[in-house]
């Protein structure tokens, strides 16, 4: 991705994270994950950036800040942390952009295939995956906080 972003259909632009996004991003996953959300002092260094192997991306409409994605990209797989669209931006293809931007990244860093963790209960987030071609490869009993099972989900890193 170039230092500006780039523009998906539908007006979205996704651009790298910064530290001046850590209150939306915060406010983004509290709304979005509610209990599994991270804490602000870790979604700070998330998007400033300092976690080595961490990339965040946000996703802008109209230069508001709507959703945010972040991967940890090690060479051959590359792992989906986190993806939350606002509840009003839903539906329009944000994620979907998200996810095709960090999948550019991951295929920059020599990433075969991209994994990720699903709340079981999770039935929208399960469906965008489903949509974008993910496949079920394993769970992961009693992974959240309250007690609910993930599913692990991957899928390819497309060629350039
Ligand atoms: C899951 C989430 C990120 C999807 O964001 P989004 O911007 O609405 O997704 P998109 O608009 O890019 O969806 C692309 C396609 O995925 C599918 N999809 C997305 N959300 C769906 C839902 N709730 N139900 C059924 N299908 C869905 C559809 O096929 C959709 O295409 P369509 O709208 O043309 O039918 C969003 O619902 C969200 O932030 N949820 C709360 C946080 C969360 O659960 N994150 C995932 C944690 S693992």
Known sequence: MTAGGSTAAGGTRVRRATTRDASVVAALEEDGLGDDAWSY?????VV?????TVHALVAEVDGEVVGY????L???VAELQRLVVAAPARRHGVARA?????????????????LLEVRVDNEGARAFYAAAGFAEVGTRPR????GESALVLERSVPAR
């Open 143 to 146: 992974y959240y906080r309250d």
């Open 69 to 72: 994605v972040a991967g940890s």
């Open 74 to 76: 090690v060479v051959d």
């Open 41 to 45: 002092g870790l979604l700070s260094e």
């Open 98 to 114: 998200l996810l095709d931007a960090l999948l550019a990244l991951a295929r920059d860093t020599g990433a075969e295939r991209l």
């Open 48 to 52: 400033g950036g300092t976690l080595p």
